[in-house]
């Protein structure tokens, strides 16, 4: 969860003139609570059945996505497809 906070604060926080830059959202697979290997839990805001418009999206790394998740066709399926579409 270190690499999804460490993102989530550096493009929450960034502005130009006290105006964010970025609007940064959590996404899960269902939009259920996500619990991590430590307990932390997060609240998803979207999930894979949203219509998103997203111009940047970014994975975080750890043992949920290199051990778990690369596994998971749903969450591969989902990331090309957004490859497909999304800007950056």
Same mark, same amino acid.
Do not use: C
């Given at each position: 969860?270190? $690499? $999804?906070?460490?993102? &989530?604060?550096?493009?929450?926080?960034? &502005?130009?003139?006290?105006?964010?830059?970025?609007?940064?959202?959590?996404?899960?697979?269902?939009?259920?609570?996500?619990? $991590?290997?430590?307990?932390?839990?997060?609240?998803? +805001? $979207?999930?894979? +059945?949203? +219509?998103?418009?997203?111009?940047?999206?970014?994975?975080?790394?750890?043992?949920?996505?290199?051990?778990?998740?690369? +596994?998971?066709?749903?969450?591969?399926?989902?990331?090309?497809?957004?490859?497909?579409?999304?800007?950056?």
């Amino acid at each position: 969860m270190l $690499a $999804a906070s460490e993102q &989530n604060e550096i493009f929450s926080v960034t &502005n130009r003139d006290n105006e964010k830059l970025f609007e940064v959202i959590t996404i899960g697979e269902t939009g259920e609570l996500i619990s $991590a290997r430590n307990g932390l839990k997060i609240l998803p +805001k $979207a999930s894979f +059945k949203d +219509k998103l418009d997203l111009d940047i999206l970014i994975i975080p790394g750890g043992y949920g996505a290199s051990h778990t998740e690369i +596994k998971n066709k749903s969450v591969i399926d989902w990331i090309r497809n957004q490859y497909v579409i999304s800007y950056y």
